[in-house]
């Protein structure tokens, strides 16, 4: 100590609004940091879609950058042919991946955006078509940026206000990746590991390696390595034998998409997780901003499942380890009833059961929350 959080950012913007998207291609690690330009709207679906760029704020970040690129790269010289390129562009993007909330909040946010800065019924003036898209792609920048920022105060929100529920000298089990590397700033599940250690607590952290894409092991422990936290991996069956040994006094994960009950979407395996720690007594944490909530929807049977390719299971170390022709099922993400859920940690303060009414009480409009724990 001090210990000090080397990141890698997951994404960035290059330049002015002629500028690209900078994304680290997350399949490559850790063997390999390579920084990706993304200069097209396809491309940053294809960057979401693939998993370069994951985790449920970053593919917001990165799909609101994504506006821009289109706004930047079309060809449309009138205003209803620039309407209807950025509706599509924005469909594209948002079909990218269907779990994480945060990917439709952040394009519904720039489509807020566009239609100030380029209301409905503005017409491009002739010869002036250029100048005035470049206005509209440098608006849609800065709200980009924006959401950013404000991802980032999120997490560091998030981070201090889930300190204060750890005690030094604990084991904390996480699964999948909720940190810088799935954000625009620290992390959600793993802000709160990275703030405690920051204060001055022994934390330790058992890293599920999280099947089949082994976010937990190839992503989870090479950052929270560089961050300099104690970290141990173990295969997902180890977790069982892992919290039954007394080895884990708390469990925090991260969130897809929240439901107005409490419901909560994370990666596959996630709901398992919940039900082990409640079966020993451990105490079972989400951490995700309000961004990751839906209160359009009133459970976790509404919320969209990804279903990914087979080959995602039946390959792996780049050879096929399942016989040809075998089905499988893959499903990204499962639904953790809220009842299994000791607490969300948001960036407004810790919600508690019962959540319906607490969720409502956190994020009824108006409401900014309790200012996170100072550090002292
Ligand atoms: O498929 P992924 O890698 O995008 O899944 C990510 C997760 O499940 C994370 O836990 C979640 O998005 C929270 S990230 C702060």
Do not use: F, M
């Given at each position: 100590l001090p210990r000090k959080l080397d990141r890698v950012p997951?994404?960035?913007?290059?330049?002015?609004?002629?500028?690209?998207?900078?994304?680290l291609d997350q399949t490559l690690l850790p063997g390999k940091v390579k920084v990706l330009r993304v200069t097209g709207h396809e491309a940053m679906r294809d960057a979401i879609r693939r998993l370069a760029v994951r985790g449920a704020p970053a593919i917001g970040i990165a799909a609101a950058y994504g506006v821009v690129l289109a706004a930047r790269r079309t060809r449309a010289r009138s205003a209803a042919r620039f309407r209807s390129a950025m509706a599509r562009a924005i469909a594209r993007l948002e079909s990218a991946r269907p779990t994480a909330v945060n990917l439709s909040w952040a394009l519904r946010r720039m489509e807020r955006k566009l239609e100030d800065l380029f209301p409905g019924a503005r017409e491009l003036e002739a010869g002036r078509e250029d100048a005035a898209l470049r206005e509209v792609a440098a608006g849609l920048l800065a709200e980009a940026r924006a959401i950013h920022a404000e991802d980032e105060a999120l997490c560091e929100a998030i981070g201090r206000h889930g300190a204060a529920l750890l005690r030094s000298g604990w084991n904390v089990l996480t699964h999948c990746n909720a940190g810088a590397l799935a954000t625009g700033g620290s992390g959600t599940a793993l802000a709160v590991v990275y703030s405690a250690a920051a204060d001055g607590k022994d934390i330790k952290v058992f890293a599920d390696e999280t099947r089949p894409l082994l976010q937990g092991a190839r992503l989870t422990s090479w950052e929270l390595r560089r961050g300099g936290i104690d970290v141990?991996?173990?295969?997902?069956?180890?977790?069982?034998?892992?919290?039954?040994?007394?080895?884990?006094?708390?469990?925090?994960?991260?969130?897809?998409?929240?439901?107005?009950?409490?419901?909560?979407?994370?990666?596959?395996g996630t709901y398992g997780l919940a039900v082990l720690a409640r079966e020993h007594g451990v105490p079972f944490y989400v951490a995700a901003p309000g961004t990751t909530f839906d209160l359009g929807i009133g459970s976790g049977s509404e919320i969209p499942i990804e279903e990914r390719p087979a080959d995602e299971v039946a390959r792996s170390f780049g050879k096929r380890t399942a016989p040809e022709g075998v089905a499988v099922y893959n499903p990204a993400f499962d639904v953790t009833p809220a009842r299994y859920i000791t607490g969300i940690i948001?960036?407004?303060?810790?919600?508690?059961?019962?959540?319906?009414?607490n969720i409502a009480r956190a994020f009824r409009p108006g409401v900014r929350g309790r200012s996170p724990p100072r550090r002292t």
């Open positions: 997951a994404i960035g913007w290059v330049g002015g609004p002629d500028g690209h998207a900078a994304v141990t991996l173990i295969c997902d069956g180890a977790a069982a034998s892992v919290i039954a040994s007394g080895k884990v006094q708390c469990v925090v994960v991260g969130a897809d998409r929240i439901a107005r009950n409490g419901d909560t979407a994370n990666k596959i948001t960036e407004r303060g810790v919600i508690r059961p019962p959540y319906t009414k």
